[in-house]
């Protein structure tokens, strides 16, 4: 019998339903992973099933779960995060009780205070194709300001605008209803990318405030009809909606 191929330690930590790929390089950067009692390396590869990898400790057993992706409408005050002894309630208390032994995690965060659209996954690589910003997947948020923003000053928000060291910026903004008013406290956004809380710091940078911020689509797939707080598996149809191009954009 052929030794299985080696693939990079990531991949086996994604492929193990346990994290992105991207989160299991911060793990590899961290010094969590071992490799046959060795800390790991970025770049370094593995054989399934033969090396001993170990995240904190934990033996990464290399089984490829079948895909589960969910589709969340997350209401405020609850966290995108597996555990956090600091917050009571997270995203997965809101799942439906048959997956609640699924190994899942974010595919792309919402902040506390934000609501709307989030996808729970065991696949990091869709996870990954979902959150890099090189392949392009828009993500549309509704924004209500406490105070009206003027139209003169949408450019702004698309230029962008460097705040505590990073540039922060959307690829489209235009108001919601009618988009021919002066003003309004009520924009529609669009972007591709999403450092954190990325929108909330431009709107502060340039002296507007947050009143709320709800994503609602991602890719052609949208949050529309979906009651607050649900959680719906998605079939390879609407998976696929994810990854389509808007062409609003």
């Known amino acids: 019998m052929d030794s299985p191929q080696p693939i990079r330690t990531q991949k086996l930590l994604a492929d193990a339903g346990l994290c992105s790929r991207r989160v299991a390089e911060e793990y590899i950067k961290n010094g ?12 370094s590869k593995v054989q399934p099933g033969v090396d001993d990898v170990r995240l904190n400790g934990r033996r990464v057993k290399a089984v490829k779960s079948q895909q589960l992706v969910i589709a969340l409408n997350k209401p405020k005050g609850y966290i995108c995060s597996n555990d956090d002894p600091h917050n009571e309630r997270t995203v997965f208390d809101l799942l439906p009780k048959e997956f609640a032994q699924e190994r899942l995690f974010c595919a792309g965060r919402l902040d506390k205070e934000s609501e709307g659209l989030l996808i729970l996954t065991n696949d ?3 996870a990954n194709r979902l959150m890099h910003p090189s392949n392009l997947v828009t993500k549309r948020y509704r924004v209500t300001l406490k105070q009206p923003y003027p139209r003169a000053k949408l450019f702004r928000l698309v230029r962008g605008v460097t705040f505590e060291g990073e540039k922060l910026k ?17 924009l529609d956004l669009a972007m591709h990318h999403g450092k954190k809380r990325e929108i909330r710091r431009l709107f502060q940078a340039l002296h507007y405030d947050v009143k709320k911020l709800k994503r609602y689509q991602i890719g052609k797939y949208s949050i529309k009809g979906m009651p607050k707080g649900a959680g719906i598996p998605l079939n390879s149809r609407e998976v696929g909606l994810l990854f389509k191009a808007d062409t609003e954009l």
């Open 170 to 186: 959307v690829e489209k903004a235009v108001f919601a209803g009618d988009r021919n008013k002066d003003e309004s406290a009520e």
């Open 32 to 43: 969590e992973v071992t490799i046959n009692g060795k800390t790991a390396e970025l770049g």
């Open 124 to 126: 990091g690589d869709l």
